[in-house]
């Protein structure tokens, strides 16, 4: 079934004529969001008190022509799915929708539909009526496809008081439309949010949201305009060492109106960034702040950047997220939602816009308190053949293993079964494991066998030391999600090590007892 076919109800949804009571009622609504509005406007342009953000740009006359969301509905009127997901033990998918319109996701759906397997988002869907739904990205001209699709599961967060789930973009992952409606093209003018987890970031190309070019290439500079997050100070930075929010305009990453660095474009990591791109004839604008409290900053506005290729510009009105134009997809991040305008917005939309997101107090997960980082631990495996065992590391060589560990171990054996928690090195938000008796070396994964490794200070390194904690697949523990593999959980294998998906090429990817062996008890350290 093409990805078309997938969206096909909520075309019909918003085809369907509206009957007379219908059109009464929403005029009687728009009366009373008028006057709600009169109460609470300042200086122009008025705002409903219960707008949500396509509501509040459509009052300031920019709307929305695409509005991604898996956490929230971004209009009050919107009662449509928000994303799709597909399982892999039968590969059946399932709309996940709303709890109530205007409201936020049924992550209690998803849940259940994925209990005990993996699922990952295959479609994303466009909230604004234009049919501009985000689906898996295929090759391009800097890499081959089809890209990878996130993990359904890996990034957890509170909005509003109830769970949802954000898009976790591990390096190869990526979702595109190059068959948009209304996005902006040539110089028209357009803007875009998007709220972002400030501590999953890396230096790869490029973790973008916007538009990009139609046909997966780089076809010249000024031919893209997108919100990119990240450190990648190849083409442009900021002040400090990053994250900074910048615009990938093709061929450059700009924080100003300079080819490379712009002091007024400071490093941000809230966990919970906001992060605006907005672009007019010869002038344009990056701002940003914290998505839980306080008010947007302009970090740059002013005219195109003084290079060839950018006034005017060329934009070509596809979309991407997670990736570059030309498909680059060397990057990491987090999306919890985002839209597209018409028009270039004031600032006085983008701060009520702001004032929406923060008023849904969007709040992460918070680790329990044997995974707080300086915590000491063993893991003990949960599959009834292995529940005497513990991960631990092998003093002979660099291997990780399973074996049992008891209270008449041997000293090296109990110190070999305990780890200290960090903060993800590539992540804070996940963890690394530090072995207890062997300082500076940590449990990593290379060609996807688990292994114990001094650190290097390697981007790569960190990659592939950090491990984020979710609820166990078996129903059981903790199952621990590799940081730059989101579909592989750390796993026993014939009592090796390893990182694994729920079925796979690999002998360690086998879906028999998967659930079982990819979870862990948080145990009391042997050492």
């Given at each position: 079934m093409s990805a078309l076919a997938s969206v096909r109800p909520l075309d019909r949804l918003r085809n369907r004529p509206l009957?007379?009571?219908?059109?009464w009622a929403l005029c009687a609504v728009a009366a009373v969001t008028l006057i709600a509005s009169a109460l609470v406007s300042g200086t122009g342009t008025s705002y409903a008190a219960s707008s949500l953000p396509c509501d509040l740009y459509a009052a300031g006359g920019t709307p929305c022509v695409a509005a991604h969301s898996t956490t929230r509905a971004l209009s009050a009127a919107y009662n449509g799915p928000l994303y799709q997901v597909r399982r892999s033990s039968d590969s059946a998918t399932r709309d996940?929708?709303?709890?109530?319109?205007?409201?936020?996701?049924n992550a209690a759906a998803q849940d259940s539909f994925c209990a005990g397997t993996t699922c990952v988002i295959t479609v994303i869907y466009d909230q604004s009526g234009r049919g501009n739904h985000l689906t898996q990205a295929p090759g391009g001209g800097a890499a081959g496809g089809p890209d990878n699709l996130a993990n359904a599961v890996a990034a957890p967060a509170t909005v509003g008081g109830h769970k949802a789930y954000g898009v976790y973009v591990a390096p190869g992952t990526g979702y595109r439309n190059n068959h948009t409606s209304g996005i902006a093209t040539g110089d028209q003018p357009e803007g875009m949010y998007a709220i972002l987890d400030g501590t999953h970031f890396n230096g790869g190309c490029c973790f973008d949201y916007g538009n990009a070019e139609t046909s997966n290439n780089d076809t010249g500079n000024g031919h893209m305009e997108a919100i990119y997050f990240g450190n990648n100070s190849f083409w442009g930075y900021g002040a400090g060492t990053g994250p900074w929010i910048m615009a990938d305009l093709e061929n450059g990453l700009f924080s100003g109106v300079n080819t490379r660095y712009n002091a007024g474009d400071p490093a941000i990591s809230h966990r919970f960034t906001t992060a605006v791109v907005k672009g007019t004839a010869n002038k344009w604008a990056i701002r940003g702040g914290n998505a839980r409290v306080g008010a947007l900053s302009t970090f740059y506005s002013g005219v195109r950047p003084n290079a060839s290729g950018y006034?005017?510009?060329?934009?070509?009105?596809?979309?991407?997220?997670?990736?570059?134009?030309?498909?680059?997809?060397?990057?990491?991040?987090?999306?919890?939602?985002?839209?597209?305008?018409?028009?270039?917005?004031?600032?006085?939309?983008?701060?009520?816009?702001?004032?929406?997101?923060?008023?849904?107090?969007?709040?992460?997960?918070?680790?329990?308190?044997?995974?707080?980082?300086?915590?000491?631990?063993?893991?003990?495996?949960?599959?009834?053949?292995?529940?005497?065992?513990?991960?631990r590391h092998d003093d002979a060589g660099t291997n990780v293993v399973i074996s049992p560990v008891s209270s008449s171990s041997s000293a090296t054996d109990k110190g070999d079964a305990t780890w200290i928690v960090?903060?993800?090195?590539?992540?804070?938000?996940?963890?690394?494991?530090e072995s207890a008796n062997a300082s500076g070396r940590y449990l990593r994964h290379n060609n996807f066998q688990l292994r114990l490794n001094a650190n290097d200070s390697t981007s790569l390194f960190a990659e592939d030391a950090?491990?984020?904690?979710?609820?166990?697949?078996?129903?059981?523990?903790?199952?621990?999600?590799?940081?730059?593999?989101?579909?592989?959980?750390?796993?026993?294998?014939?009592?090796?090590?390893?990182?694994?998906?729920?079925?796979?090429?690999?002998?360690?990817?086998?879906?028999?007892?998967?659930?079982?062996?990819?979870?862990?008890?948080?145990?009391?350290?042997?050492?």
């Amino acid at each position: 079934m093409s990805a078309l076919a997938s969206v096909r109800p909520l075309d019909r949804l918003r085809n369907r004529p509206l009957n007379r009571f219908r059109k009464w009622a929403l005029c009687a609504v728009a009366a009373v969001t008028l006057i709600a509005s009169a109460l609470v406007s300042g200086t122009g342009t008025s705002y409903a008190a219960s707008s949500l953000p396509c509501d509040l740009y459509a009052a300031g006359g920019t709307p929305c022509v695409a509005a991604h969301s898996t956490t929230r509905a971004l209009s009050a009127a919107y009662n449509g799915p928000l994303y799709q997901v597909r399982r892999s033990s039968d590969s059946a998918t399932r709309d996940i929708g709303l709890l109530s319109r205007g409201g936020y996701a049924n992550a209690a759906a998803q849940d259940s539909f994925c209990a005990g397997t993996t699922c990952v988002i295959t479609v994303i869907y466009d909230q604004s009526g234009r049919g501009n739904h985000l689906t898996q990205a295929p090759g391009g001209g800097a890499a081959g496809g089809p890209d990878n699709l996130a993990n359904a599961v890996a990034a957890p967060a509170t909005v509003g008081g109830h769970k949802a789930y954000g898009v976790y973009v591990a390096p190869g992952t990526g979702y595109r439309n190059n068959h948009t409606s209304g996005i902006a093209t040539g110089d028209q003018p357009e803007g875009m949010y998007a709220i972002l987890d400030g501590t999953h970031f890396n230096g790869g190309c490029c973790f973008d949201y916007g538009n990009a070019e139609t046909s997966n290439n780089d076809t010249g500079n000024g031919h893209m305009e997108a919100i990119y997050f990240g450190n990648n100070s190849f083409w442009g930075y900021g002040a400090g060492t990053g994250p900074w929010i910048m615009a990938d305009l093709e061929n450059g990453l700009f924080s100003g109106v300079n080819t490379r660095y712009n002091a007024g474009d400071p490093a941000i990591s809230h966990r919970f960034t906001t992060a605006v791109v907005k672009g007019t004839a010869n002038k344009w604008a990056i701002r940003g702040g914290n998505a839980r409290v306080g008010a947007l900053s302009t970090f740059y506005s002013g005219v195109r950047p003084n290079a060839s290729g950018y006034n005017p510009m060329s934009k070509e009105g596809a979309i991407v997220l997670g990736i570059g134009g030309d498909n680059s997809k060397s990057a990491a991040g987090t999306f919890y939602e985002g839209v597209m305008t018409s028009g270039y917005p004031s600032d006085a939309t983008e701060n009520a816009v702001q004032s929406n997101i923060t008023s849904v107090a969007y709040t992460a997960p918070v680790l329990p308190n044997t995974l707080t980082p300086g915590s000491r631990i063993s893991l003990r495996a949960t599959t009834s053949c292995c529940t005497t065992d513990y991960l631990r590391h092998d003093d002979a060589g660099t291997n990780v293993v399973i074996s049992p560990v008891s209270s008449s171990s041997s000293a090296t054996d109990k110190g070999d079964a305990t780890w200290i928690v960090r903060a993800g090195l590539a992540n804070s938000s996940c963890v690394s494991f530090e072995s207890a008796n062997a300082s500076g070396r940590y449990l990593r994964h290379n060609n996807f066998q688990l292994r114990l490794n001094a650190n290097d200070s390697t981007s790569l390194f960190a990659e592939d030391a950090t491990f984020c904690p979710q609820a166990g697949n078996s129903g059981q523990g903790y199952s621990f999600m590799s940081g730059n593999y989101d579909s592989k959980y750390l796993r026993h294998y014939f009592y090796t090590g390893y990182i694994a998906g729920d079925g796979g090429a690999n002998a360690w990817d086998a879906a028999k007892s998967w659930a079982e062996d990819t979870s862990w008890q948080v145990a009391s350290p042997w050492s």
